[in-house]
């Protein structure tokens, strides 16, 4: 949830880390915070806002240091202040660091503390490692970088809950620790410079070369090498990660904001999670997978696990997977999965979907779902994040960065991907008709070409926005796949626009959320299943009656006379619509926030990676 960005190297560390917190702001932004290593020891400057608020900081630019840690904040423990800001400090000052995560008990790790005399100035969790660091360096003697090492590793042993910090120190001004526990956290490596971020993206334009951490691996740092240590401080090898995106993908390129330009890259990024999934004869294939048909067989049961956006591109996988494979699915939000005692054993399949591959909640229900011996599946855009770790098998969208917090070309290339794995499943088990599974990959082929003409619904759409923006209450109805779409729909809307949405399937309307209907409330139906068309048209003339004013998104040949706007999409089947179903809704989403005035990219309160529970 927060922003971590390091640099250790040969040039002033400042800029570097300043430019990092800025590609990281998506992660939180309520203050932000530098230290460097400096000639007269540790600085630290700090404040409550964002980025740019820092880098105004006075003094801000006198900073020569080579070596720095950086952090924007996500506030958990304490509102954003000064004082909860980090970097923080140990009660001596010759330890800074920042950290992303929960310290779980830090209220325990502050009290041990306090009875050895160290004082607290901020109301933050991770005031707390910096203080231990101090206590664990003051119980052991000599001056090699070991003795550091050691006292971070100590204190990373009293911690529960999740981190990923790091620590330099004005003993050693030559070099910083890093380490993650359920945090993600990566160090991009070229000559004699290093570059560390808690996400690939912020520090793309420096090297493609990463280390890729796993938890407890202790790193110790200097301009010119990177060390690794294990939890008992043995010393190992570890290999570089090439990683493919290119820096420009992870840049604004012309457009006004991230989500545009995201909204914009869905064909492309289409293009990429297809990849080389199909082949020229419509088969479906996946390397990275080996089911025999008796695997397939022996599962009886599916879950879909995510949250949010993710989660309802899960519900999409629902409906591939039952009508594909016949195998019955549950889609389950991560955070109630956890608690509810699911039933699962080794003849479940749990899918897990995450853009970010780091959700906490969606992790532990992995570790959950591992521990009753299921198959697991993840379903990330991000190579080498906590998630692949943990799964049995990992399957990657391939969308390029996502940097906008509300997630767009994200939600589009999970469920195609998911449609491939329903498609690759099917084929194996062979319970519907080959020739079926050959319309609907070709189906899934003619999507980048579709998404593209779906874009230009974007005047139609931007002046439809103009209309309703003030407005306090929308109302999204679809049936069937077009629910999944309304629930997209509805909370995209509210994540960037800050109006109330609710999205309801449209039967459901007259069992009790009619009442809400007035004149002049609008109402956004979907309607692109052919066999369902009708029955939605029926219930949108119930509202209608009550005078509320319509935008229809559809495939369907309609009546547009009894509507107040009308957006044609191209055809396509159950599986692929919502792909086009929402790109007008992802649009209205983005004017009407625009229209409003509002940060599209950050909105209030959200951030992008939720690594709390
Ligand atoms: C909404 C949005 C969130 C994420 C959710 C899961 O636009 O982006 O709802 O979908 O926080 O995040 P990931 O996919 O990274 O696990």
């Known amino acids: 949830m927060c922003g971590i ?20 702001e998506y992660r939180g932004y309520d203050s932000a915070g530098i230290s460097t290593i400096e000639n007269n020891g540790l600085s630290i400057m700090k404040d409550k806002g964002r980025v740019s608020n820092l880098s105004s900081l006075k003094g801000i630019d006198d900073l020569e240091g080579t070596i720095g840690i950086a952090h924007t904040r996500w506030a958990t423990h304490g509102k954003p202040s000064r004082e909860n800001s980090h970097p923080h400090q140990d009660n001596s000052k010759s330890f800074s660091v920042v950290h992303n995560g929960i310290i779980e008990n830090y209220s325990e790790l502050k009290n041990f503390l306090e009875e050895n005399g160290y004082k607290f100035y901020s109301q933050t969790d991770t005031e707390v490692i910096p203080n231990l660091i101090h206590y664990y360096y003051e119980k052991d003697s000599g001056n090699d970088v070991l003795r550091f090492l050691k006292a971070v590793r100590n204190a990373c042993s009293d911690l529960r809950g999740s981190f990923a910090i790091e620590v330099i120190s004005s003993h050693y001004p030559e070099n910083m620790i890093v380490v993650r526990k359920d945090s993600p956290l990566v160090i991009g490596t070229c000559e004699s410079e290093k570059y560390i971020s808690s996400d690939i993206p912020a520090i793309l334009s420096y090297t493609r070369d990463f280390y890729l951490l796993d938890d407890l691996e202790f790193v110790l740092l200097a301009n010119n090498n990177a060390r690794f240590f294990d939890n008992d401080l043995n010393e190992f090898d570890k290999k570089t990660t090439n990683i493919e995106w290119n820096a420009a993908a992870a840049e604004k390129d012309g457009y006004d904001d991230f989500m545009l330009k995201e909204i914009f890259e869905q064909p492309t990024a289409i293009r990429e999670t297809i990849g080389s999934h199909i ?61 509810r005692n699911p039933i699962i054993d080794e003849h479940t399949l749990c899918i897990f979907i995450s853009q970010s591959g780091e959700t906490a909640d969606t992790i532990a229900a992995l570790k959950l779902a591992k521990s009753s011996n299921a198959t697991t599946i993840a379903i990330t855009n991000v190579v080498g994040s906590s998630i692949t770790r943990e799964a049995d098998i990992s399957v990657y969208t391939h969308a390029g960065p996502e940097i ?210």
């Open 5 to 24: 960005v390091g640099y250790i190297g040969t040039k002033k560390a400042c800029p570097i880390l300043i430019a990092g917190l800025t590609r990281l």
């Open 279 to 339: 082949s020229s004869d419509y088969d479906c294939d996946f390397d990275e997978l080996n089911f025999s048909k008796t695997d397939l067989e022996n599962i009886n049961k599916i879950f879909i696990i995510a949250c949010g956006t993710a989660m309802h591109a899960g519900l999409v996988g629902k409906i591939a997977f039952e009508r594909l494979c016949r195998i019955p699915v549950e889609v389950d939000i991560a955070s109630e999965f956890r608690y």
């Open 404 to 613: 906008a917090v509300a997630s767009t070309k994200a939600y589009t290339s999970q469920v195609v991907l998911i449609d491939l794995l329903a498609i690759y499943f099917a084929k194996i088990l062979n319970r519907v008709d080959s020739e079926y599974l050959v319309d609907v990959t070709k189906d899934i082929l003619s999507l980048p070409k579709k998404i593209e003409e779906t874009l230009n619904c974007k005047n139609q759409v931007y002046d439809f926005a103009k209309k309703i923006y003030q407005e306090k209450d929308i109302f999204f109805l679809g049936r069937g796949i077009d629910e999944t779409v309304a629930k997209e729909g509805s909370l995209k809307l509210k994540e960037i626009s800050y109006i109330h949405s609710e999205s309801y399937a449209a039967g459901e309307l007259k069992h009790g959320p009619i009442a809400l209907i007035e004149n002049g409330v609008t109402v956004i139906g979907i309607m692109t299943d052919s066999s369902l068309v009708k029955k939605t048209i029926s219930n949108l003339q119930e509202v209608i009656t009550r005078g509320a004013k319509t935008l229809i998104i559809t495939s369907q040949v309609i009546d547009k006379d009894m509507f107040d706007v009308v957006i044609t999409i191209p055809e396509s089947s159950t599986f692929t619509s919502p792909i086009l179903s929402i790109i007008p809704l992802q649009l209205l989403a983005y004017y009407i926030s625009k229209e409003k005035g509002l940060d599209v990219d950050k909105p209030r309160n959200l951030a992008k990676s939720v690594t709390v529970e």
